[in-house]
C-alpha cells in the first residue's frame, strides 16, 4: 500500500487556478465541451498537496478540457504535505534510504493506510467516475495516476469507465491487474523505484508485447527516465537536472499519449 519512496519529493512553485466542485478539484476547460475530460488520480498525500491541483491545471491548458482531481482519500489522505519535509528519503537515482525516519514516519499512518487501502481507494474513484458521467456525459475520459494512484488507474484501466489510461510510477500491483487491461496504456517509469520494481516492470511489457497480432491487442507505450526515483513525475525536486527533465518529459508524454487516444 505504501512504500518509503511514495513520501518523498517536493512541492511545486505556483498557485492552483481551478475550483472545488462536489469535493473534487476541477481544472475547468472551454465552457460546454464535453468530447473529452481527464482525471488525474492523486499519489497518497490527496487533494491537500497543491501539486495535483497544478497538473491538472496543465494539463487542462494543454489538452483543452475539463481535468478534474477527485478525493479519492475521503477527505483523510494517509501522509500530510508536512509528512514529505521529515522522511529521509531518496529524490534521484542512487540514492539511499534512510529506514528508521521512513519506519518512525510510517507507524502512526498504518490505520489510515488500511482504510483507504487501494480496493477501496479504487472503488471512490469508480463512483465519482459515475456520478461525473451521469451529470456530464462526457465522450471520452482519461485517467492518469501518479504512485498510488497509478495503482487506482491500473484498476480503472480495467474498466469500462474510461477510455485510456497513464501510469506514472505506480505503487505496488500484480501481474495479474495488468493483464486485467483493457484500455490503451502509457507507462512513465522511474530508473530506481522500490515499488515498480524491475521484474514487474519488465513483466508488464511483455504482457502487452505478448497480444500483438492477437485480438486483446491494445495499444501501449514504455517510456524509462534516466536519473529519476518513484514521485519524479509528480512530486519532483526541480533542482536535479535528470529530475526535471524527467518530470518534463512525463508531461509531455501524458499529453501526446490523451491527444493520440481521445482525439477531439
Known amino acids: 500500500m505504501s512504500c518509503p519512496d511514495c513520501q518523498k519529493g517536493a512541492i511545486l512553485l505556483g498557485e492552483p487556478t481551478g475550483s472545488i466542485v462536489d469535493g473534487a478539484y476541477l481544472a ?35 489538452l483543452n478540457c ?21 522522511m529521509k528519503t531518496p529524490e534521484r537515482a542512487g540514492e539511499k534510504l ?19 487501502r487501494p480496493s477501496v481507494a479504487s472503488t471512490r474513484a469508480r463512483t465519482f467516475i459515475e456520478t461525473l458521467q451521469a451529470k456530464k456525459k462526457y465522450g471520452k475520459l482519461g485517467a492518469v ?9 491500473i484498476n480503472l484501466a480495467s474498466t469500462d469507465l474510461i477510455n485510456s489510461a497513464v501510469v506514472c510510477h505506480p505503487g505496488s500491483g500484480s501481474e495479474k491487474e ?13 530508473e530506481d523505484d522500490m515499488s515498480f520494481k524491475p521484474k514487474l516492470r519488465k513483466r508488464a511489457e511483455e504482457i502487452f508485447q505478448s497480444r500483438r497480432g492477437k485480438d486483446n491487442f491494445i495499444e501501449y507505450e514504455f517510456q524509462d527516465y534516466k536519473g529519476t526515483a518513484h514521485g519524479f513525475a509528480n512530486r519532483p525536486n526541480l533542482s536535479y537536472p535528470e529530475v526535471k527533465a524527467g518530470h518534463e518529459g512525463a508531461l509531455l508524454q501524458t499529453v501526446k499519449w490523451f491527444d493520440k487516444t481521445l482525439p477531439v
Open 98 to 116: 534512510e529506514w528508521l525516519p521512513f519506519l518512525f514516519g510510517l507507524i502512526p499512518v498504518i490505520p489510515a493506510l488500511y482504510r483507504s
Open 178 to 190: 495488468v493483464q486485467a487491461i483493457k484500455v490503451p496504456t502509457s507507462w512513465a517509469c522511474a
Open 66 to 86: 475539463d481535468v478534474w482531481v477527485p478525493d479519492i482519500f475521503d477527505g483523510n489522505p494517509p501522509f500530510r504535505v508536512d509528512t514529505m519535509k521529515n
Open 28 to 62: 475547468a476547460g472551454p465552457e460546454g465541451n464535453t468530447t473529452r475530460a481527464i482525471i488525474v488520480v492523486t499519489d497518497i498525500f490527496g487533494l491537500p498537496l497543491p501539486n495535483c491541483k497544478l497538473l491538472a491545471d496543465h494539463f487542462s491548458k494543454s
Open 145 to 153: 495516476g501518479y504512485c498510488y494512484g497509478g495503482t487506482v488507474a
